[in-house]
């Protein structure tokens, strides 16, 4: 799945509340574009996601203009303001919250076996204000693709959390190499960052064709002498409290 912007924007000149914005993700490419102030990421997600026209330029999946497809296909992730979980809120709460939308049992129990399974079972309790930044973006990408319809997210800005580009970098790569498509709205410098680092290689190899069978493998057809006459027919046969 391709998601491409061209030259999206909303508002002109250097006052545009949007600037125009060119990126590209698909299968196997992560796309990474920046801006800018305070407002500027939450409406580039908006209109990257689908849930906001811009003024000027073009949104498209896969070659075409449908946000009703582009909505149901990509989530936002961590979006201020639209899609981004409460800072007080324990990580646990988080995925019940998450579970819940998804369609799927809510109950701690459940929650706690997701959590193991991503690997943040002993940070259940920590408060999503004290989650580490590539914890943060692994918790919330995980949430967010348990909806079966998702194949796409909207990484919003995830340096603002502050840590290492390079931690929460590796989980949108994991996300990528598992055929999700990713782009992430982030800044000037985090970009920087991104563009020094080495870019891993996430298209599958081709599958391995099989070997043709050696002279030996072949099987040499009996001779008459070899073939045995049969003399007799053959007859075998909730709360947060533990």
């Not at 299968?27 to 990421?41: D, H, I, K, L, Y």
């Not at 409406?43 to 906001?52: F, P, T």
Request: hydrophobic fraction near 40%.
């Amino acid at each position: 799945m391709r998601l491409d912007l061209r030259d999206v924007a909303i508002g002109d000149g250097p006052g545009a509340a949007l600037p125009p914005l060119t990126a590209t993700a698909d299968r196997w490419s992560p796309g990474f574009v920046a801006v800018e102030t305070e407002n500027a990421p939450t409406l580039a997600s908006l209109v990257a996601g689908g849930r906001m026209h811009p003024e000027t330029g073009r949104v498209t999946v896969d070659g075409r203009t449908d946000d009703a497809a582009i909505r149901a296909s990509f989530a936002l992730v961590d979006t201020p303001t639209v899609a981004e979980p409460f800072p007080a809120l324990t990580v646990v709460q988080v995925a019940r919250e998450e579970l819940a939308l998804a369609g799927l049992r809510a109950d701690k129990a459940s929650a706690r076996v997701l959590l193991d399974e991503i690997g943040l079972r002993e940070h259940e309790r920590t408060r999503m204000s004290a989650l580490p930044t590539e914890l943060r973006v692994r918790l919330l990408c995980e949430l967010a693709v348990l909806r079966p319809e998702v194949r796409g997210l909207i990484v919003t800005t995830p340096e603002r959390h502050g840590g290492d580009v390079a931690a929460w970098l590796s989980v949108v790569h994991d996300l990528v190499s598992r055929d999700y498509t990713v782009l992430t709205i982030t800044g000037f410098a985090a970009l920087a960052t991104i563009e020094s680092l080495p870019t891993p290689d996430f298209a599958p190899g081709p599958e391995p064709s099989p070997e043709a069978p050696s002279a030996s493998d072949i099987a040499t057809p009996p001779s008459s002498d070899d073939i045995a006459v049969a003399t007799t027919p053959d007859t075998s046969v909730e709360s947060d409290q533990p």
